[in-house]
């Protein structure tokens, strides 16, 4: 029989990507969509008619529970959050509501209805923070340096707390930036991609940013589901790092990025300003996936010259268009 997967945060870059691999591989694939005014499916259309959606919100106990009992998964990937860290900062208790109690309502729901369903929490770098050492590994101290960091912080406990009190088949995957042509506007790498196509098309003059000197492990998001689905296939719960290994600054993606439309005086056009600033900024981060090689066989294929070619060229053709 086919295996069940419910996604969270479905919609999402990294849901998106996560559905259409699970559909490949003959899973039925259950999403849970939480209702909003203009429903936001564009990372989805395509698959509209192979996910099947569930109502539900990570703010509400009962729909969670209802979504696990009308889907029954073998595996359950908790990728819903209010994901974006600047925000974090303005929306600390949303935030922490969604990205930290959201998932205990999920591990209670899962406890209840699905005891044995194998579970993927979408963790992160940003539990690093101020790092301590690099690159950092799953044995490096967390520092996180945002309300999000923080709620995301007290999930990761949360699950290695379930897996030790109730033998539960929980993984955290500690994953580094990861984008895509589907990244939201507002993170670094799709402003950027999409303002150099703005601007290559003649339709802007400048991009306004905050930090150029901050420096992330950046990876191509399709490769970083495959690593949670494998996650999911080892017989013992663990924590993974997923990452590159190779850490850029935000100055060279830019350049980067304005290279592919063949602009050299790139400096033109970058404007920075206070507001895109942080209160706690995470200076630098850089990931040792070794132990996802050697025990997923998971290793990251996309660099970055390749990952900014591939975002240009998706805004190009959407800008153009
Ligand atoms: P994303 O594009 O921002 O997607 C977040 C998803 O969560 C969206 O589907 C969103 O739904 C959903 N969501 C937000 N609030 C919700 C709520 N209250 N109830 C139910 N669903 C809710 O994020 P992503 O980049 O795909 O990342 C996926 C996960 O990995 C997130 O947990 C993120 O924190 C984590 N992560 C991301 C990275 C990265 O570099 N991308 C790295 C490490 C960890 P709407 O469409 O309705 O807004
Ligand atoms: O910022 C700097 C900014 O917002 C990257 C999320 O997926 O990855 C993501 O978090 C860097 C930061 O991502 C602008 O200060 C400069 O140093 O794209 P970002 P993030 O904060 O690293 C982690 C792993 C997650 O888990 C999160 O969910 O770029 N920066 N100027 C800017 N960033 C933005 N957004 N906008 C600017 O204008």
């Not at 602009?263 to 033109?268: G, L, R, S, T």
Request: hydrophobic share 40%; proline share 4%; with cysteine.
């Amino acid at each position: 029989m086919a295996k069940a997967a419910c996604i969270t945060g479905v919609t999402g870059q990294d849901g998106s990507f996560l559905a259409e691999l699970l559909l490949a591989k003959g899973y039925t694939v259950y999403g849970l969509v939480r209702r909003l005014s203009s429903p936001n499916v564009a990372n989805i259309r395509h698959l509209m008619d192979q996910v099947q959606l569930l109502d539900g919100d990570m703010t509400d106990q009962s729909s969670i529970l209802t979504a696990l009992k009308e889907s029954r998964p073998d595996e359950i990937y908790n990728l819903a959050a209010q994901s974006f860290v600047q925000t974090s900062f303005r929306q600390p208790v949303l935030t922490a509501d969604v990205d930290g109690l959201g998932l205990v309502r999920l591990l209670e729901a899962a406890k209840e209805v699905v005891h044995d369903a194998r579970i993927y929490q979408a963790s992160t770098s940003e539990l690093f923070g101020l790092v301590k050492e690099s690159p950092q590994n799953e044995n490096t101290p967390f520092h996180p340096r945002s309300p999000y960091g923080v709620a995301k912080l007290f999930a990761y406990w949360a699950c290695v707390n379930y897996r030790e009190a109730y033998g539960m088949h929980v993984s955290n995957g500690i994953l580094f930036n990861h984008e895509s042509e589907r990244r939201g506007l507002e993170f670094l790498t799709r402003k950027v991609t999409h303002g150099v196509a703005m601007i290559a098309k003649g339709k802007a003059k400048h991009i306004e940013l905050g930090n150029l000197d901050a420096k992330r492990d950046w990876g191509y998001a399709p490769e970083y589901v495959d690593a949670m689905w494998r996650m999911l296939q080892q017989p013992k719960p663990d924590d993974y790092v997923i990452a590159t290994g190779e850490s850029h600054t935000v100055r060279e993606f830019v350049k980067l990025a304005f290279r592919e439309v063949g602009i050299k005086d790139w400096e033109k056009h970058v404007r920075t300003d206070a507001k895109h600033l942080r209160p706690a900024e995470v200076y630098t981060l850089c990931g040792d996936a070794s132990k996802a090689r050697r025990v997923l066989g998971w290793e990251a294929k996309t660099k970055l010259p390749e990952l900014v070619k591939i975002m240009v060229e998706a805004d190009l053709e959407r800008v153009g268009g």
